[in-house]
Structure formats: C-alpha cells, structure tokens
C-alpha cells in the first residue's frame, strides 16, 4: 500500500533526488523551457510551481524558503523579479507538460517542461539560431568560393 508517498523517488537516494529535482527546477527558470523525462518533469512541475507561488509572494521569507531549495542567487533574483510577476492574477498552473513520445536509446518517455507564457522566448531563441546558421553556411560557400578562385589563380600561374 502507498499509504504517505507522496513522491517519486526516481531510483535515487534522498540527497540526489533532492539536488536533481533543485538542478532541474533552476534550469527550468533560467531557459523557461527544458526537455526531460516525463517522471522528472511532474515531479519538477511540483517544486517549480511551489517556488513560483513564494516568488509572487515577494517578501524576504520567501525569498529565503526558495533559496533552501534553489541555492542560487541569480535564478532566485529572475525568479523574483521577472517570472512571479507575470504571474500575479492567475492561481496556480504556472507549469506545461507536452509529451514527446520515446527516447531512442532506452524507451523512456520524455517531455517537455515549459513555463506557460514564455512560448515567444522560445521562438525567439529559434529563429536566432537558424539565422545564425543561415549565416554560418553564406559565410561557409564565401570561403569555399574564395578557396576556389584561389586554386584557379594558382592553377593558371603554373600554367603560364
């Protein structure tokens, strides 16, 4: 019987699950988005929502009951100062879990764990690094093209 779990404990000690669950929870604030299993992700869902709850609290307690979990300072202060306000009139549902299907490797399911609301951010960052790709490859067939002129000059040099 599963009287009292109330967790998962995702096949790690205590101490591990704790900082894994603290690492996730962090990147979750600092990308707004990240790609994990899908046990991870509900049981990252929980801590982050918890945090974002004290995070619209605002007050130095709270900022300190997150810093228990999140000890680092510069996600607690984007925390603070950017995410939990955005979030001031609704009640709960900070969090979106999108399943993905299987990984490859070892069949486990994996989704993605996104912050409702920064979806642009995350068609920001894509459309930059396809531009930055676009920009490689022209950059790349320049090179390639000056590479050649470069052989034919060469070529007709020894020609002569």
Avoid: W
């Amino acid at each position: 019987m599963r009287h009292g779990k109330d967790h998962k404990n995702l096949g790690r000690t205590a101490s591990h699950r704790r900082a894994m669950l603290s690492n996730l929870v962090a990147s979750l604030f600092e990308h707004k988005q990240i790609r994990t299993t899908l046990a991870k992700a509900k049981e990252g869902r929980r801590f982050a929502e918890r945090c974002i709850t004290f995070g619209k609290k605002g007050t130095l307690a709270a900022r300190r009951h997150v810093y228990k979990f999140i000890p680092q300072r510069k996600i607690i202060k984007v925390l603070f100062d950017e995410i939990a306000p955005t979030y001031t009139d609704r009640n709960g549902g900070y969090t979106r879990i999108i399943k993905l299907g299987r990984r490859k490797g070892d069949g486990a399911e994996i989704a993605i764990l996104e912050l409702v609301g920064y979806e642009s951010t995350q068609l920001e960052k894509q459309e930059k690094a396809a531009e930055k790709r676009a920009e490689r490859k022209k950059r790349k067939e320049e090179q390639e093209k000056t590479e050649e002129q470069a052989a034919e000059q060469k070529a007709s040099e020894t020609a002569e």
